[in-house]
């Protein structure tokens, strides 16, 4: 499993946001989503899209509304702890865990989620910067509406 800013290396030396980035100089990083691959995400306030890039053998990308809302700038540098001591300190391993890397307030957090058999979604929020548990909570599907 790659590491998120590993992804992010990968994705930022490649021609295909090389010239995305030329075209959008105003984008930023504003978040990112693991489901067995990561997809690492820059909003452009001009053209109020959200771009996503894809690492592996070939970066892809593909282009999504922002909906006019404004997304948070995710401030790598300030990212300590990485995914998998995020696992660690969350206590939970799964093959379908949802794991997102975004700004809540001024801090990067990561966002752990796995759902269950029993229809229940456990989740944790751990701060990106100093490792620790912000939130832990378990919710029935059902009650996600």
Known sequence: MLDFLKA??????SKVFQDYQKKNTDAYLTNSLYIHEWQVNFYS???KLITSFMPGSKVR????????KEFPILNK?????DMQKAIEI??????TAIIIIQM????????ISIPTPSLKVINS?????????LENSEKNIIQLR
């Open 61 to 68: 990308k593909k282009v999504l509304d922002g909906k006019s």
């Open 45 to 47: 306030k001009k053209t």
């Open 90 to 95: 969350s206590g939970r391993r799964s093959e």
């Open 104 to 111: 809540e307030g001024s801090i990067p957090v990561w966002n």
């Open 8 to 13: 992010l290396s990968v994705i930022e030396s």
């Open 77 to 81: 540098s300030k990212i300590r702890v």
């Open 125 to 133: 929020k751990i701060s990106a910067v100093s490792g620790e548990i």
